[in-house]
């Protein structure tokens, strides 16, 4: 890994209250809906977030979603951990995604199509590894943030915006210029945090899958696919579409769960459009 890389790892601050209460209530076996939004709440960017997602094109309930607590009801105890999660880490970061000429709301959009193909994709035949998988999903783009302050200090935004849209493989343009990929700056920030092992191996092998201990091999599989499909330059466009779905076919999945869930994703997002 990039030197500047670990500097950059090393110098993060230590995680915030909130997100060490979301922690620990995601360890617990007792997970109340009310207790979720107790701590929640005490968070004013993550309640922004949790209702812009909630009324986004994703999910397009039927009327709009003005408490945190029926957004909690509407998706799911763990799909509003992830998204509290991921913007409190975001937040804990402090920087942005200039370098792949993304902003905060983009990113968050394209994260939770994520987390939304994920959840209607795996759902379809493991349930309990869909739970599990959620918060990898949202958060396996953390590593971003820092390679993109780097090549910003840098000063190479202008090749790598070109390589990135010349390439399909955004993982091989992070290797060039910062010598790692996504995945693995990932895994490093959240061991530096000593967040939950699971969490950790099921993203760090996602841009090296050869290399995955075989017990994490089917949640890395699955989570560089929904990557591919939903990735940061061109998030389900026809070409990632088919080179998720290649993917899929590869590594043995049932390609027909997946295309279900990519057309149901797409439907939403049309009819959204058409409103």
Sequence with gaps: MNELLYEKIDALPPLPRTLLELEEFKRS????????????????????????????????????VETVSRAIHLLG????????????????????????????????EITSMSS???????????????DELLLPAFLQETGKFLISEIIMEQNKKESFSHDLHTNDDI???????????????????????????KLINSIEYVDKIESCPNNY???????????????????????SIQQGLEKAKSFGFNTLHLENAIQEIQKKLALHKST
């Design 29 to 64: 076996s007792d997970k109340e809906p009310e207790t979720l939004l107790e701590i929640i709440n005490h968070d004013p960017l993550i309640v922004a977030t949790i209702l812009k997602i909630a009324n986004s094109a994703m999910f397009g309930f039927k009327s709009h």
């Design 77 to 108: 105890i763990n799909f509003t951990l992830s998204i509290a999660f991921s913007t409190s880490i975001k937040n804990t970061i402090k920087t942005d995604l200039v370098a792949y000429d993304v902003n905060s709301d983009a990113f968050f």
């Design 116 to 130: 939304a193909l994920l959840l209607n994709w795996v759902s379809q035949f493991d349930t309990e590894l869909k």
């Design 171 to 197: 993982a091989n343009v992070e290797k060039k210029y910062v010598n790692t990929t996504t995945s693995e700056i990932t895994a490093s920030i959240f061991k530096k945090w000593n967040l939950h092992e």
């Design 217 to 239: 091999l089917v949640s890395t599989q699955i989570l560089n696919i929904v990557k591919t499909i939903c990735n940061i330059e061109n998030p389900l466009s026809p070409k």
